[in-house]
C-alpha cells in the first residue's frame, strides 16, 4: 500500500510563489525504486506532467515551468518550488509515485492539492 499526501497549495497573485510537499508512505517497498513527480490538471484539460524524477533520478519538467519551478526529493519527500507564478499555473496538483515492473507499472496517486494563481 503507497499513500502520498500533498500539502502547501493555495491562492496566490501573479509573481508569487509557493512550495508544494508530498509526504509519501509505503509498507514492503522503498521509494528509491520509485519514479515519482508533479502532475497538474486544469478545469476542462487532461492532467499533465509538470516535473517528474525517472527511476534514474534524471528530471524533467515540462517546457511551460522550465526555469520557474523547480523539483527536489528527500528520502520520502517530494517537494515542488514553484516561482514565478501566472494565472496558467493554475490547477490542481498532483503527487505521483510510480513503480515498474519491467515495462508495466502501477501509478500511485495523492489526492491533490489546489494552486489559484491571481492576475
Known amino acids: 500500500q503507497v499513500q502520498l499526501v500533498e500539502s502547501g497549495g493555495g491562492l496566490v497573485q501573479a509573481g508569487g510563489s509557493l512550495r508544494l510537499s508530498c509526504a509519501a508512505s509505503t509498507s514492503g517497498h522503498t521509494f528509491r525504486s520509485f519514479a515519482m513527480g508533479w502532475f497538474r490538471q486544469a478545469p476542462g484539460k487532461e492532467r499533465e506532467s509538470v516535473a517528474t524524477?525517472?527511476?534514474?533520478?534524471e528530471i524533467d519538467y515540462a517546457d511551460s515551468v522550465k526555469g520557474r519551478f523547480s523539483i527536489s526529493r528527500q528520502n520520502a519527500e517530494l517537494y515542488l518550488q514553484m516561482n514565478s507564478l501566472i494565472p496558467e499555473d493554475t490547477a490542481v496538483y498532483y503527487c505521483?509515485?510510480?513503480?515498474?515492473?519491467?515495462?508495466?507499472?502501477?501509478?500511485?496517486w495523492g489526492q491533490g492539492t489546489q494552486v489559484t494563481v491571481s492576475s
Open positions: 505521483n509515485a510510480r513503480k515498474y515492473f519491467g515495462v508495466a507499472f502501477i501509478d500511485y
Open positions: 524524477f525517472n527511476s534514474g533520478g
